[in-house]
């Protein structure tokens, strides 16, 4: 069940991240109002499109579970989670670490950052839930379920920045009436996203790949033992 | 009333048994043997429903089998503690739409040797011995009077007399031609009554 | 023996009226289960009195909900981890898994269950709490006051059945079921309190407030939906 | 070893037992018998001081009773769910100033049939059977190795085996003056021991 | 076989120190055991940050404090609840008490194993909390605060044991446990409440704070010394 394959696109990820941090780094012009820290942003949006893009696959893998009968996109799904968790708390640091210099405080209960944190504490809990309940029909269609709440939580981290007064930076990439930013910084941008992406799609494929080693080295060792 | 076929379960990779094949039939008793930790609560589960992870196949007679079967396990009377015994049985009647009356329940649970102060001061279940936890339970598996039994252990905690009682009962029910799948240490139970062995923990 | 089993199932509607008939049968015959949710939120409101300190008589009546609100939700989060009590004991859901009866009338049971205790302990918070804080009843008469609650209550008490299902067989039920159902509350939470506030700051019926209620009547929905469907069934 | 004289407890008016008189000495095996819901599991937790209201005189032998007593009841194997066996013994071993080697430990284990799989990979307790978890608690009666056992059910949920073992280390036990009071539905036990009955339930 | 029992009792240090390492083995056997507490402090936060509406500035500080506080709280409940889980499966506690152990060394193996994993518990929550509130780590490095939350901790650890070693064998222990708990916790919490307000608002030592900070220690005696003198004897 390895999954070399997994490490090749992984792999052309992770030196296209260099190169998006070199261009992010050197060639994007600094912003007028925020200054150089702003760079950050490179990392921040997307390690946040990444989480969500976890969410995404969670609540197709849960839905998936729900009607098969073996643990394989279970299996899909707690990779899912544990690589959006990891992106999750990479958003949450990202976004302290910003928030400190432009905001003053390295956290404020901003409906964004809340939902971020609550998508946090929930990829924790659903990961715990896996932890805690015994193999079987139970454990998939129980995990299956909270995958599913999760994912549905996730449109309105989207969509609750609109309807609640804010502090963090409204939509300005993805929004009717064009994109309010610079070209330059916008195409890096983009660029790092769908980088970020293949990288987190690719880094679920080994991760599934290694939760089924250690399956299968589990079983083989108590088949030893007999 | 049950075909088990081909039946293969594990914790992990090592398989508890393999390849089992039995049925029930009418007035037919099977009895579930085997070490302890061999796996026989595990394969009533099983059956049940109650656990999953198995390869083969388990078919039962007809469709809702739950309508026609009844399971008792060492850890599990299935009473609520805080009723009364009378409570109880009501409840778990009428879910299986028996409306029995309260006078047949007494005259039941008399038979039990639950009378008395049990009763009448309606005693919460919780405060029962071991034994007569049992034998609730068991009063319960008589009244709901199902085709099929699927018993772990139903002897435990009780006296000499329950047993002979019990055992009374399950031969009545084999009589009307009914099934039994029982797992027990206990060979009083079976003494005297034919059965068919299945034996775990070979595999 | 009726070994034609004439007709051993009993119809969707007995069979939730009998759960439910149980359910409430065990908690009267355990009343301590119905008071100490009430206490608890006494005791929060008590500490909320001492820890807070004292506010501008601007934001008074907000503070008011906002503190009523709270000991609400912890009274409601205590009351309903307790909701599978009986069941895990002796374990009586497993005995009910393999009752003739329908895996979604037993959480619809469950849910109106839910809802009856929850609304009990609702009332007597918000009673309790608006005469500790030597507030007029009528704060919490107000209709859209009510309604908010009550909508609100079916969000949580889907979401905590839906929950407590889920977890029930966890090792460390006790701490999963919070966990859980904290963060996931949230949206429930925070469209009523925000339709309320919406309502307070000018009592006419705004844009905001029809889109949080919005909001909470969709959660409503998926909360309860997902408890009916997707109840435990045998596996 | 143990003096109980002229002990009467009931729960409400109606007494369980009265005026009951009976003693252990080195090498005595005591019988408690009597229906279901008797009063035996009371009486032993009486004697162990578990629960009190009783009238009439309990006295040991020595001061500090606990120091060479030990106990077992059907719902009480002691046993932590989370940790190992190991983990268990060695807690409960400790306790009582006994540094045992964890080679014993194993050995003790090995011999009542919990091997392999349950030690190695450390499964924690809760998943045991029921029967290995009463061995277990059966392994720490042994090692612990006191004066006085006050025994209830133990032979719940053995198998055929572990049964006549248990019976062994009674047998071994009684030779060596230990003292034993017995609450025991099952005759196999007691066959071929000499013993003393302490019938309850006539009052 | 040893029917002349050589000493077959360790030392009450021994006791305390082997019931400690159990408590904390059983701990780590699982460890989200110790985490949840503060999942959960982090959601109370955010729970308030929803409800309580923005505050004047000059409030702000006792507010965080406030906030600090409740959040420890509850976390702490959470925490100690849960003490006594272990000795309450299989009738472990039974055992215990059959076990030539002095009842004085089991409650100070518990009180300690309370403490650590109370503090564990505090420092964490306090942390995570002023930092979601946007304060600076110094607030709670004031040996003020630190002093009046050791003093709250070992109260409430004192109560907590206490409690749940009285009502361990009543039935419905997690029902009985906050109902007495919260009330009689009320004293520590006010005490240490009111002794750090006092100290918040001058920032010198006045007499309110010292007799605040008086009650809170005699409250810290009572509950300690009643815990370790009411051990659960055998009967
Ligand atoms: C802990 C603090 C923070 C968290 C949890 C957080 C979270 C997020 C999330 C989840 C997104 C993606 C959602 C979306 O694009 O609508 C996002 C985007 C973004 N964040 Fe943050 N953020 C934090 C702090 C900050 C700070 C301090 C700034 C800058 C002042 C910032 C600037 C941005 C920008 C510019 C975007 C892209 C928005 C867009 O184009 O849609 N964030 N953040
Ligand atoms: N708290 C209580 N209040 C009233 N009656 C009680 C209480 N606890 C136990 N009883 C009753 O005391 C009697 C003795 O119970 P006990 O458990 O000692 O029986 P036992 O002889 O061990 O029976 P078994 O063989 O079933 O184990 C029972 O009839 C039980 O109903
Ligand atoms: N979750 C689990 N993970 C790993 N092993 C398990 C788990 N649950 C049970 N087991 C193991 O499966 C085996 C079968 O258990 P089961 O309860 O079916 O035994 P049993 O035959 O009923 O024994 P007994 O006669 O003692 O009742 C045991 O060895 C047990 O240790
Ligand atoms: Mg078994
Ligand atoms: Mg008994």
Not at chain 2, 52 to 72: E, N, P
Not at chain 2, 105 to 126: F, K, T
Request: with cysteine; proline share 4%.
């Amino acid at each position: 069940m390895t999954n070399r394959k997994a490490f090749i696109p992984l792999c052309i990820g992770l030196s296209a991240m260099c190169i998006q941090w070199l261009l992010a780094w050197y060639w994007v012009p600094v912003d007028d109002a925020q200054g150089e820290v702003y760079r950050i942003i490179y990392v921040h949006v997307p390690a946040a499109f990444s989480a969500f893009l976890s969410a995404a696959i969670l609540l197709f893998t849960s839905l998936l579970s729900l009607k098969s009968n073996d643990d394989r996109w279970l299996l899909t799904s707690r990779a899912a989670t544990e690589i959006g968790l990891i992106f999750t708390i990479l958003t949450l640091a990202t976004g302290s670490i910003w928030g400190k210099p432009t905001w003053g405080v390295w956290w404020t209960w901003d409906a964004r950052l809340t939902t971020t944190l609550l998508l946090a504490l929930l990829y924790g809990g659903w990961i715990l839930l896996f932890r805690a309940l015994s193999p079987g029909t139970g454990r998939r269609r129980s995990c299956a379920i909270l995958g599913l709440i999760i994912a549905l939580d996730v449109p309105i981290i989207y969509q609750s920045v609109n309807w609640w007064r804010t502090l963090h930076q409204p939509q300005t990439i993805l929004r009717r009436g064009g994109s309010t930013m610079d070209s330059d910084m916008l195409s890096v941008l983009l660029g790092g996203i769908i980088i970020m992406a293949m990288i987190s799609v690719s880094m679920i494929l080994v991760r599934y790949g290694t939760l089924g080693l250690e399956r299968e080295l589990e079983e083989k060792s108590l088949g030893e033992l007999r | 009333m049950l075909d088990v076929t081909d039946l293969t379960f594990g914790f992990g990779k090592r398989p508890l048994f393999k390849g089992l094949c039995f049925s029930v039939t009418p007035g037919q008793l099977i009895r579930v043997d085997g070490h302890n930790g061999a796996g026989k609560s595990t394969l009533i589960s099983i059956i049940c429903g109650l656990m999953s992870g198995h390869t083969g196949s388990i078919r039962f007679a007809d469709d809702d089998f739950r309508k026609w079967t009844s399971w008792v396990a060492p850890d599990a009377n299935g009473l609520f503690p805080t009723l009364s015994a009378v409570a109880n049985l009501e409840f778990w009647l009428r879910l299986r739409n028996q409306h029995t009356s309260t006078d047949v329940l007494r005259d039941c649970l008399n038979g039990w040797g639950i009378s008395g102060d049990w009763l009448q001061v309606g005693l919460p279940v919780s405060k029962f011995s071991t034994g007569m936890k049992r034998r609730l339970a068991l009063a319960r598996l008589q009244l709901e009077n199902s085709k099929l039994w699927l018993i772990d252990e139903p002897l435990f905690g009780l006296d000499e007399r329950a047993c002979l009682k019990f055992k009374n009962h399950v031969m009545e029910h084999l009589q009307a031609g009914g099934g039994v799948v029982v797992v027990t240490h206990d060979a009083r139970l079976l003494d005297g009554i034919k059965h068919q062995t299945v034996f775990l923990g070979g595999a | 023996m009726a070994l034609n089993h004439p007709e051993r199932k009993i119809s969707w509607f007995d069979t939730v009226a009998t759960l439910l008939r149980q359910s409430l049968r065990v908690d009267l015959s355990y009343p301590e289960r119905l008071i100490t949710p009430l206490f608890f939120a006494a005791i929060v409101l008590l500490l909320f009195s001492f820890a807070i300190p004292e506010q501008d008589p601007s934001i008074q009546p907000r503070m008011v909900i906002a503190q009523t609100q709270l000991a609400i939700f912890f009274a409601l989060q205590l009351t309903f981890s307790r909701a599978f009590e009986s069941e895990r004991s002796d374990r009586v859901f497993e005995h009910l898994r393999l009752a003739p009866i329908d895996a979604s009338a037993f959480t619809m049971g469950k849910i109106l269950h839910v809802l009856v205790i929850g609304s009990l302990t609702m009332i007597c918070t918000s009673v309790l709490s608006t005469i500790l804080q030597g507030q007029d009843l009528a704060v919490i008469t107000d209709p859209i006051f009510v309604g908010a609650s009550i909508l609100a209550l079916v969000g949580l008490a889907g979401l905590g059945v839906l929950l407590a299902a889920i977890t029930l067989r966890a090792d460390g039920q006790a701490i999963l079921f919070p966990l859980l159902y904290f963060p996931l509350s949230v949206p429930v939470l925070l469209s009523s309190t925000e339709a309320l506030a919406a309502w307070m700051e000018r009592r006419v019926w705004t844009d905001s407030m029809r889109s949080w209620s919005t909001i909470l009547i969709a959660f409503d929905a998926i909360y309860l939906t997902l408890a009916v469907l997707l109840s435990p069934e045998s596996e």
